[in-house]
């Protein structure tokens, strides 16, 4: 009996140690997944021009930085030359993929591109109402559960300098709390470029189907109507200018 006792233990250890390899394997699979995904994602982001650059990322509930009470952990440029870094060359960004397998990405905005950044429950209404206008919608993130990132293209560089409402929420991470509504980023700004971690938890996901491989459409339209779906929830009706600090 002893012996059989001592083969049962064996049989179990065994069993046992075969289930926990089994999870791991499963679990490693699973993130050489996600992280495949990842670079494809970043990579087809590139390959529509959204030029990007590394990011911090979450470290526990801070920031990988070593600022010091960092006032947007995980989501800000590694580096303060960020715009002048910010590349569409797909080798660079795949020696930056290998390189910081950990890094969130940014995409820097006013160059190829335009982001409307608005609260996502106004942005859930103002997709509806896009779908049944029938209106061109192009990409469309989620960051977190709070904020919705609509992908335009850019206005380039009108004559009218007062057409412009810049985001300084990159320099002035401080006026995040006074601008809860409409945020366009364009010129000097960034958003996270999906997918990517916050220190929440959360994360910034395409919406499916609205990815980046969709024509960008004029920012004006989809402003028309993320203007009204935003005073519905009685958020500033109007993005306001906000000061430049560069």
């Not at 800000?76 to 993929?97: F, G, K, M, N």
């Not at 401080?174 to 938890?201: F, K, M, N, Q």
């Not at 005073?231 to 430049?244: G, K, L």
Request: a negative charge.
């Amino acid at each position: 009996m002893a012996g059989k006792s001592r083969v049962s233990d064996w049989l179990r250890r065994r069993t046992e140690s075969a289930s926990g390899n089994s999870r791991a394997a499963r679990a490693a699979a699973a993130a050489a997944a996600d992280d495949l995904r990842r670079d494809e994602l970043i990579q087809a982001a590139v390959a529509a021009s959204y030029p990007v650059a590394p990011a911090v990322h979450p470290e526990g509930f801070g920031c990988s930085c070593d600022r010091i009470g960092c006032h947007i952990p995980g989501v800000h440029p590694v580096s303060q030359a960020w715009q002048t870094q910010a590349s569409i060359d797909p080798q660079r960004v795949a020696q930056w993929l290998s390189g910081q397998p950990l890094a969130n990405f940014i995409t820097a905005t006013g160059l190829n591109h335009d982001v409307l950044d608005v609260p996502a429950e106004a942005g859930r209404v103002a997709l509806e109402r896009l779908t049944a206008d029938g209106a061109t919608i192009g990409p469309v993130a989620l960051q977190g559960e709070d904020r919705m990132l609509f992908f335009t293209a850019t206005r380039g560089t009108p004559a009218d300098e007062d057409e412009w409402w810049p985001c300084a929420l990159d320099c002035n991470p401080e006026t995040a709390d006074e601008h809860p509504g409409i945020r366009w980023h364009c010129r000097g700004s960034y958003v996270l470029l999906p997918p990517a971690r916050l220190p929440s938890g959360g994360t910034v996901g395409w919406l499916p189907d609205l990815g980046p491989d969709l024509p960008l459409p004029d920012p004006l339209p989809v402003l028309d109507i993320l203007t009204d779906a935003c005073a519905q929830f009685a958020y500033d009706p109007e993005p306001e200018p906000v000061a430049r600090t560069r």
